[in-house]
Every structure is written in C-alpha cells, then in structure tokens.
C-alpha cells in the first residue's frame, strides 16, 4: 500500500530532507509519495541571491565550510560540482574602541593557540593578556551539564579577551549574547576539550594542526565554497526535481491531528492532507500551534529569536580612496558603532562584482541594539555608511544598495537548550510516532547543519515506514 510523507517547510531543511527522501524512494522503488508545502512564495528560506548590474550579492547565507560535507555531497549529488568557488584568503580584523586590528594569526575562534602572535598584538591590554594567560594555569571548570558561552570563556580568559575578539566571532554566528547562549548547545568541543586537557590553550595546542609556514599559508586554499552563480542556485537546481504536484506554495499548516493509523493535516486553504510520516521544518515557534494537544511543545514558546538585518553597498572602485588592505572586519562591544561586522566581498569572492566595483556587506542588530533592525531602509544605509566613514574614506554615494531584514528569524540557543530538544524528540516517539522536527531552531544554524538534519530525517522517515 502506497504511504504518504508530507514535508513542511521549503528552506533548505525541508528541500534537502525531500530531494533525499525522492531518492531512496527512486532508488528503492518504494510505494511511497513526497510532498512539501511552503508559507511562503519561494522556497530556500534565507538563502536568496539578487543578480544586479554584473554584481551577485547573497541576501542570506552566502558560503559554507568546506570541511563540512553534507553541503558539498548534495551539490555533488545534483551535478553542480563545476559551480563551486574557494574564498580567497585575505587578512581579517576586529574593531575595538574605534581601532581596526589584525586577527592575531595563530588563533581558533579568537582563542589564542600560539601565543606569540596575540603578545604582540594590541587587540588587548598588558593585564587582559596576563588574565587571558591564566587559562595554562587555573584549574578545569567545575562539572556542568550546560552553562553561558560567556560565563565559560570569562573564567578561562577574563573579560577583555572575550568582549575584544571571542566574543564578535563566535555571538555573530548566532546573531547572539554570549552571556545567554549556551556552551552545550553551540560550541561542546571547547566544553570537552577544557575537562580532558585543564585547559583550552593547551587543549587546542594539542589537537589542532601547527602552524603552516608563509609559502603554506600563500598556497593554502580557501576555507569556504560558494557557488558562482549564487548560493539560490542550489534551490533553485533543488526545486527542478520535483513535479508540480510535490510542490506546493503559499500553504502553511494549522494543525497536525493524530488518528489511528495515519494524521490529518489542515491547511490554511481549508483542505485537508492524509499523511503516514511527516517531516516538521519549520521556524520553532509554529510547532505549538501546530501540534496544539501536546504540551511538550510549548518550551518552544519562550525561546527567543533576534532580528538582524544586511546591507550590502555597490562602488565604483573611485569612490573609496582608504582601502581596507583585508577582506572584512567584526566590531568588538567595545566600539561605537552600530553595525557588528563588514565584509569586502569582491575581495572574498571573484563572481561577486564586476573587476571594476567594489561590493561591501554590512550587517547590524546587536543583541543589545535589535530596534536598528525596524528603521527604513534609507535610516539604516545612513548608520552603516557613518560607521564605515569611520575607517574607510567614501567619496561617492553608492551605485545602489539592498538591504535585508531577519525580523525575529535568528534563533536563540539558550542554556538548556540541548536538553530541551532532546526531550521534545523522546515524547515525540510514543505520542507522534512518524513525526519528525528538524532545522535551524534544533541543532545548528548553519547550511551544512540544516542538511544533515534533513540527511537524518529522511533515515528516522523509512526506518519508520519500513
């Protein structure tokens, strides 16, 4: 008998976790139909690419890690290998007190592995690298299933460190606060590294690779692929493997109600779905409503989201004579400046502007900072172009601009969170057998996380379905 898997959210999540399940379903020839509905007008979620004037310019995420290879595998899989792009490498700072700095070489996530580069560098005072010195010397936290980010690399490093460098690195991953994200949830290899090694310098001294010589640092490819075309293409590409009847947008769901051998899902057309297996990816605050009868879910309402908003900045290369000798820069607390990070994407990417403009990319809405987010979009291109006059000269207005807003779209792992999910998933198994969540607000934000949780979805969907 013929078993229907219904898919909930287009983004890359639930176009992954579909296009997968399409293929075991070809591959094995499996009785079973897909089908994935979309709120929106367009799938791939944040992942949007405007083509302007020879310019490509990413309105979400624009890259991912190449050491991270659930991204990679499904761009193989659909044949785009010839699309990938490396990164070109170039030197990164940060902004502290109104100063730009070099990222002190040597360094994993701002934490200093090679400690002759950070002694050097006027990143942090003489007594915040004597605290952040420390860490060889003071003994491993005490046992804790979840703390703040911020309380863990404060007891290691002193606060100067961590609002200086640890901070803008790894909170603008998460569009975060350092003191309420938590350390489990996002980063648990400094957590382990600590408890086995006493301390995290030693730690990632011994784990991590040395250092690499000049000609190795000169010939080492990039960390990151992008896609020449732009990072839509990949949805684009997604979206051609499935027929119109699998696809179906503008649908969103009111309610997902359990019956005896199969669940009724309505959607906001008044049409109702039948469906045997059901894949959720979708933001985590949908999940109460949707799944109403079932208090384990309502955790999901308290959990935060930020707001941030992109700008990205066309030029013709006259317009800016100080040039930035890097390819970007994240802004330490501890500057007065609005926007939190500005990358010189054509520096960073070939295909992202012609060989005679400059393309940069701003970002704004620091945790403590969110009504930025709400301003027009003329107020926000007036704050990030005063903060960029501040280390850069700029002598002609733009060629044109686009701004992009993510109004409570940043999900906010705080401490605890680990636990939470995991708990939600083990309900999940006795009173929604067949159900599955999956997505930026459970287990990564990034990409190649978003992926592998479809990868992993698709597995629980025909081990379940047998």
């Known amino acids: 008998m013929s078993k229907n898997i219904l898919i909930i959210g287009g983004g890359i999540t639930g176009l992954s976790t579909a296009y997968y399940l399409k293929k075991e379903i070809q591959n094995k020839n499996l009785p079973y139909s897909i089908k994935l509905v979309e709120a929106s007008d367009r799938l791939g ?10 310019f490509t310019i990413e309105r979400g995420p624009d890259s991912f890690l190449s050491r991270k290879p659930p991204t990679l595998n499904l761009i193989k ?32 996530m701002g934490i200093p592995i090679h400690l002759k580069p950070f002694l050097f560098s006027g990143l942090v005072s003489p007594i915040g690298k004597l605290r952040a010195g420390f860490d060889l010397v003071k003994k491993k936290s005490a046992p804790a299933k979840d703390q703040p980010l911020g309380t863990f690399f404060r007891y ?34 400094f957590y382990e590294t600590e408890q086995k090694y006493g301390s995290l310098i030693k730690g990632l001294q011994a784990t991590k690779p040395k250092p690499l010589s000049k000609k190795e640092k000169k010939n ?6 992008a896609l020449k075309n732009g990072f839509e293409s990949l949805v684009v590409e997604l979206g051609k493997q499935f027929t119109e009847d699998e696809v179906t947008l503008n649908c969103a769901v009111d309610h997902v109600e359990k019956k005896a051998e199969h669940y009724n899902v309505l959607f906001d057309n008044g049409t109702v779905y039948q469906a045997d297996s059901i894949v959720v990816a979708t933001p985590h605050n949908t999940l109460p409503k949707m799944f109403s009868e ?24 006259t317009a800016i004579k100080k040039d930035l000798d890097g390819t970007g820069y ?35 809405g620091r945790p403590d900072d969110q009504d930025v987010v709400n301003l027009s979009d003329d107020e926000i291109i007036e704050v990030v172009l005063n903060d960029l006059n501040k280390t850069m000269k700029i002598n002609k207005d733009p060629l044109f601009t686009v701004v992009t807003r993510f109004k409570n779209k940043m999900p906010q792992y705080t401490v605890g969170h680990t636990d939470r999910v995991r708990e939600t998933k083990a309900e999940m198994v006795s009173s929604l057998p067949g159900v599955y969540i999956a997505g930026s607000s459970l287990s990564g934000v990034a990409v190649p996380d978003c992926i592998e949780q479809g990868e992993e979805a698709v597995e629980s969907v025909l081990q379940y379905l047998g």
Not at 179 to 185: E, G, I, Q
Not at 294 to 317: G, R
């Open 294 to 317: 079932y208090s384990y879910f309502d955790h999901f309402k308290a959990m935060p989201q930020t707001s941030v908003a992109n700008v990205a900045l066309a030029f013709d290369k």
């Open 156 to 189: 290691r490093f002193g606060d100067e460190l961590v609002e200086n460098l640890i901070e803008p690195l790894l909170g603008g991953i998460y569009s975060g606060d350092l003191d309420k994200m938590s350390l489990m949830a996002t980063f648990p290899d």
């Open 45 to 54: 979620g944040k992942i949007e690419t405007v083509k302007k004037e020879g």
């Open 330 to 364: 994240v802004v330490s607390r501890n500057s007065d400046f609005r926007i939190t990070a500005c990358t010189w994407t054509h520096k960073k990417w070939a295909h992202a502007a012609p060989d005679d403009k400059i393309l940069l990319r701003t970002y704004v």
């Open 220 to 225: 080492r490819p990039g960390a990151f692929f």
């Open 77 to 108: 899989s659909l044949g785009m290998e010839d699309q990938l792009v490396r990164n070109s490498t170039g030197q990164a700072y940060v902004l502290v007190k109104g100063k730009l700095h070099k990222i002190p070489s040597g360094s994993f």
